[in-house]
């Protein structure tokens, strides 16, 4: 859901999605504390992180406004990244490698997608017919891999949700659909797993695992007369999403899929509060502990229509002594 030309035009839908027939029961785990990350005057949103960086949007006013793209190593202070005249989106991160959303045009028509060098601060060079006349947008990068989307949500174009090696060249269409009533978004990439959202039409919606190895796609489950949207992924395979009540800040929680078993929820948000964007990152191992995935999210509420982003830490256990 979009309130603004500016926000209409850009990345993800909000997934309201319902799986139907679908029945399962969510394993109640131990909640985790929601950390602010970037609270400011300014609406922020769409964040990414990965390897000590991190990305986001912040409108340049404190209303509605366009947005610009920022980059952030560690405590340095954050540089901005897209050219005067523009507006720009987070994607992903992959090393010192940026792929993100740049809008175009005087009333914001244009989007490309663009792969940038955080550390030298230049613009790469994307592969041939990754960028289209038509709308491209919602990029992630890991290793070899980016995914996005292309197409206008709710047009009567084709819209898809695309893998592009940038060694290879090899291609890949996920998803496709024609359907003026209907969305198809990428999610993200991350190691072997991506995930996207398919709403044939809204709000009939349904997330999508893939495994880039067997080439094979899963729809993941959800509870009845309940919504799921905002998809991430982490390199084990373990889904992240929202999943709520229909309508916006209505028994939001966050959810998480594993590979095997039951999702569990991992946070609920206040009441009046909804998310748009989830980015999944997961910190170097440090044995003996288990592997800790950060789940940044852009949070907005409903009723100002002022975004913040914030964080939840995923902490898997140690595996038992053997």
Request: positive net charge.
């Amino acid at each position: 859901m979009r309130l603004s030309v500016t926000r209409a035009n850009r990345k993800r839908e909000l997934f309201f999605a319902l799986l139907v027939g679908s029945i399962i029961t969510a394993v109640a785990g131990a909640a985790a504390t929601p950390i602010p990350v970037k609270t400011t005057r300014h609406n922020e949103v769409s964040p990414s992180a990965g390897d000590n960086w991190f990305v986001w949007s912040r409108s340049r006013g404190r209303s509605a406004s366009p947005f610009d793209l920022f980059a952030q190593h560690g405590t340095d202070p954050p540089f901005k990244v897209n050219r005067k005249g523009t507006q720009a989106y987070g994607g992903g991160i992959d090393g010192t490698r940026l792929l993100y959303q740049l809008i175009r045009g005087q009333f914001a028509t244009e989007s490309d997608l663009r792969l940038f060098d955080l550390q030298t601060r230049r613009l790469k060079k994307l592969p041939a017919g990754v960028n289209t006349k038509n709308w491209e947008c919602c990029g992630t990068i890991s290793h070899d891999w980016i995914l996005f989307s292309r197409g206008r949500s709710y047009g009567t174009s084709t819209q898809r949700v695309l893998l592009r090696n940038l060694v290879t060249g090899e291609r890949r269409v996920l998803a496709h659909m024609r359907n003026r009533n209907g969305l198809l978004s990428a999610g993200q990439i991350n190691g072997n797993y991506a995930v996207w959202a398919r709403c044939d039409p809204y709000p009939q919606c349904v997330i999508y695992r893939y495994d880039l190895a067997t080439a094979t796609a899963t729809a993941l489950p959800t509870l009845p007369a309940k919504v799921a949207y905002s998809p991430s992924v982490n390199p084990y395979g373990t889904v992240y999403y929202l999943r709520s009540t229909k309508g916006c800040g209505k028994s939001v929680e966050l959810v998480k899929q594993p590979l095997v078993g039951l999702p569990e929820v991992l946070a609920s948000l206040p009441p009046g509060r909804d998310v748009d964007v989830t980015y999944a990152y997961t910190l170097p191992p440090d044995p003996p502990a288990g592997p800790t995935t950060q789940i940044y999210y852009d949070s907005v509420n409903c009723s100002k229509q002022t975004w913040d982003i914030y964080r939840v830490d995923d902490i898997e256990l140690p595996p038992p002594p053997r």
